[in-house]
């Protein structure tokens, strides 16, 4: 199988999320890292992209140069990921999937709900692929949980309750240091601070594991160090369009939690609960039965836990590795469109252009309802109601 | 040190309740079980009183007879439990108060925030010590983290996150079994079902351990199988009048939780996080520093968790220690009032007739505010606004 | 039902083992504590006998004085606990079970394997129950784990792995503190510490689920500590009758383990673990099958496990009420001795003389084989080889 | 940073091992895969390499045809993995390195301790690096507990414990699947099955830590299911040359344990537990302190642990990770050997052909003692006695 020619927009020298992505993209051996434009700073891209080994005219010193230099080729990048800030989402994205790039953009999307709707246009009218990278849900187990939900082990999904709470943020003498305090200063960050940079993870993961979408919500959102003008804690009720009503708890004062991205599902027949730090069992309670340890690798799992498993059971998975999923979901989209067939279903399920869009629109919709006093609120994007 | 002398009030025959509050007056030798009123059934409450070692005429037929019984006794009984169906509560205890007597009473104390405010009222001018059996604050661990907060090792508390699931009401066919109809029915259970079964436990758990109480509070209040009038689940944001806000969950159709009363309470300082289910380790991490396991029985714990322990570190103690506790508490305040010396700060931790109030303040707020999509309401009784 | 009369022999003012024992007896209501010698010093055990209830007459001075007083009452103790120093269990169990009457006596039974054999004689030839106090067998899912056993859950047996780890003797500083000092010192503790202390409730636990005994063993015995002569960390293999091969790992100098009490049980269809400190809970995975927690209080648990539990599921139940089952067993037992029939089979769990017998033995055998550089012994008792 | 290049030979088509190296090889970036000789039908192989992207000259028939090949090349390889049957590891593994090529083998180095003190004569002779692949050791949380012991957190190690167990053999009617049943036949598994699959682990990982060596053993080998020659489950007690004393059990009979590679180290100062499930976190309790959870990717860790992490805490990394540590390490030493400079400490921790030499006397060791009662033996191969 011949290799994906891959290129990176943003993620330069010192960046968490570079080295993040080319392990991801790499792991699987599908794409090869073939062009970037690394930094906004041109020389400093260019430098760094050929220490990466690139070639030096595909190490691009900005992606407006990319996008020219890459247009123009026949070994043009297959997938293009955008990790650039949060501000320029938007039009590279765009400018990117006009010229036919499939492109895998990091969240947030966009910084509006019209520009989100605007991509997922382009996303249509163009056909190319447009992924977001709501990355946990590659996770095998959280896989297995949305295929439990699909072929009906839980019966209706009455509830869902998701967390995804730290500590990391609760030093009130970090409100002072600038590697936190802009985060909850609304003209750098937005409308939402801990909900939209965490809180959307979890509710991302609550749609895809019930196969549902938002529809209303209220939300208390505080700001427990009271210097901050955006939320340090939120509390979220909502409602989806299949029936199931959802509560979502978000925080980074939340002092002892590490990383507590953690989901439950309660249905009719039975309850799931799985927790990010634990990530290789899923616990399972069918109704009136026992609890059971689910663990990632055993025998019988859903071919969907199974194509997000490298490893046999018993032997830790982690995030790298379900990061890695996302890109191994793309390289098959990405050949099968190449090669007219439909994609594996197991891989299909990349978060996409409509999800970048409707998590937009849930920020948005906290961020008015936390305002309003938990006031319910509408928060499916307007071209979805 | 002589024994005091205790009566009940219900806990008939076949009772849960009745064996509980048993063992738990007995098992520190504390209180001998002189006296009995065992069963709306006279002849069978009198029967069955003789069985468990009463003399015939302190196994009384009713509680008024046990009232007049007991009143002109001179070893009348120092305490008198109420186990009665809860819509008797308020005139038993309200006239054993006025008769001089101490009581215990179930949960909820009465069936209005009015009736409520009345005993609060009568325990005030009778002097009598009313306390109201919210019973898992008796956990040594429980008593630990409120004299943590106490003494500042968390600072100011930001928020409290309080949870009381369970799944044992999940079964649709159960909502045709009338040992789990009744519970969602107002005509037989009131304005509230699973908040005031068991949510009211984990807030009033939350004002034991921050020392506050709630103010404001708004619900979202939801009946997951539909048949049911009352609610099965609810979330329920809460401020405190210390400033902490606070986060409540409870439900009865989470499959896969047993007794899910969990707290975790964040401060400046650092974060707490303790189960009703593993109660013998509490989880607490300092800003900046690793998360500790105390353990039950260690080592240099507060005076308040020391009293509340009975065994060596390392062996667990269960809820039936933690009733108990409740007890010991009684029979430290009887003793101190009959002796007319300050009571144990450590044993002056029982609940009592305020919190019976408060809490039935709190279960009126919940059917309000979840009946009015979640606005705010003042929570607090009207006396102590 | 009328109560048993219940005395004690030891367990005076100060120590632990009284109180644990008033406790365990008291709480069911079964017994009455009528009688007690509770103090090697004459007057101080009389004193405190009474402030603990006794009347005058039966609060004596030393245990033969209590025989005296005992042997020729109508009511008369129906059991008689011996929680003396060790060396002196043998002559007071001796002489009240020839004199009829039951005994609880604290382990070790005796301070040597021909005195084990001498009492079992006795309980023998006079008819008495004379049980022996490992008391861990109390808990409600470890007589589960028996009965799961015994009905076939597992199939054959094949291998049984048990350990007791603690910490509490790792400071090398406590090498001189006279009370840790003693246990490891040969003319004070006899010819094992740990092993003796500790392990032998885990190989007499190992017995007890399996329905197997002992018969022969290795030992690997270590004085981590330099400066004690007996062991503080052990090693031991064994095999037992029904063809099961055993392992056992007992320290005290497991810095991080507070009172780790663990058996795990593996055959042919299905493996089984639980943990003292999370007595509550028993994992359970049958051949090819998931992970599997049977919470203790849960429907469809053995009659063995019903009978040995006092509260609802999801409550946790702790040491103390373990305790009690073993007086619980007694007081079924007794009565069904009075009163001419057998007695109910899920009581008849209590261990007895044979299990003080063959606990002696074993820790004869590691002993020798400690100090035969592991050499395999036999260690049944000579009157059952 | 240039890459290296490098070879592989086995890890054919369908092989779990081949994926596992290429991932591992390739995940930092470091190596490039660019010879093998994949297979031992040539053609199978040839076709496959070519398959994977190897040049055709570069995709051999044989290691034979590999070792030619690379010999006369500039661009030679600059590390061989060697993946083929244990049998042929010896002589391949020998004539790389007398070739002049570092080497990266499979665990077992060879089939004798005299091949293994060979081996470890040529790497010293050659001074080509020879690495074993004892690959668990590549966890970041095991390397930080050996900087522990190493910069004397807890003081003098007093005992070491360790367990591999899992159930996976457990089934009787594997006895016959020939896919097990391998395994447990001495003429073609050796002398040891389960020891030297997954016990040998547990011991290089004790050592690892310690940073002892094994000096004796004594052993109890079983197989709890009759038909098997080999072991199916082993207790070894061991002592080491710093004078920790050592424990180690190791089962795949032991059902509802999944992969069960667990250690505990008990110091003066302190003591550490670690399991390979939950590998993000680590225990630690400082004498007369808390148990503390030491997290992977915290702040303050060693540099040995910084070094083998890759994503922030919080994130769970699992065994590809702890794998890729091994490469990672293999490509710091071989870069530092190409420019002359020392390796940096936080790498040179990747097992060697001592290593594989020590393990291979320990397996020897251990089937000798098993065989004779567990009578102790002298583990150490002969030219380190």
């Known amino acids: 199988m011949s290799k994906l020619n891959w290129g990176m927009i943003g993620g330069g020298e010192g960046s968490q999320i570079g080295p993040a992505h080319r392990l991801g993209a790499g792991l699987d051996g599908a794409f090869d890292f073939v062009a970037g434009a690394l930094d906004h700073r041109a020389d400093a ?28 080729r026949a070994d043009r990048v297959d997938l293009v990921t955008v990790a650039t800030p949060n501000a320029t989402h938007f039009e590279i994205t765009a400018e990117f999937l006009k010229a036919g790039f499939n492109v895998l953009c990091e969240k947030p ?98 749609s895809f594991v019930t196969g549902q979408n938002v529809t209303t919500l209220s939300a208390d959102c505080v700001s427990c160090i009271e210097s901050r003008t955006l939320e340090d804690d939120a509390m979220v009720n909502f409602r989806m369009d299949g029936g199931t009503v959802g509560r979502l708890w978000t925080s980074s004062i939340a002092i002892g939690r590490q990383h507590g991205l953690t989901l439950q599902v309660f249905g009719e027949k039975g309850g799931l609960r799985w927790a990010q730090e634990q990530p290789n069992q899923l616990f399972w309670m069918p109704l009136g039965q026992r609890l059971q340890t689910i663990e990632r690798g055993e025998g019988n799992l859903s071919p969907e836990a199974d194509r997000a ?77």
């Not at 490298?310 to 469109?337: C, Q, W």
Request: proline letters at 4%.
């Open 309 to 385: 498993s490298r490893v046999t059971v018993g032997h830790a998975e982690g995030m790298p590795l379900a990061f890695a999923n996302i890109y191994s979901d793309l390289a098959e989209a990405i050949r099968a469109k190449k090669e007219g067939r439909p994609c594996d279903p197991a891989a299909d399920l990349f978060p996409r252009a409509e999800d970048g869009l409707r998590s937009m629109a849930a920020v948005f919709g906290v961020a008015e309802s936390g305002k309003a006093d938990g006031q319910w609120v509408d928060a499916r994007p307007p071209m979805f109601r």
């Open 45 to 72: 891209g260019r430098d760094y992209g050929q220490r990466l080994g690139l070639v030096s005219d595909r190490a691009y010193g900005d992606w407006r140069e990319m996008l020219a230099g890459e247009t123009g």
């Open 109 to 206: 999307m966009t910084m509006t709900v019209g520009e989100a709707e605007h991509i997922v246009g382009l996303a249509r009218e163009t056909g190319q692929i447009c992924a977001v990278n709501y990355g946990y849900t590659g996770y095998a187990l959280v896989r297995h949980m949305r295929a439990m939900v699909a072929r009906g082990d839980l019966g209706k999904v009455r509830l869902v309750k998701a967390e995804f709470a730290h500590g990391h943020h609760a030093d009130a003498a970090d409100a002072d240091n600038p590697r936190v305090r802009w985060r909850y200063d609304p003209a750098q960050a937005g409308v939402s601070a801990q909900f939209a940079d965490c809180g959307i993870h979890a509710l991302h993961m609550a």
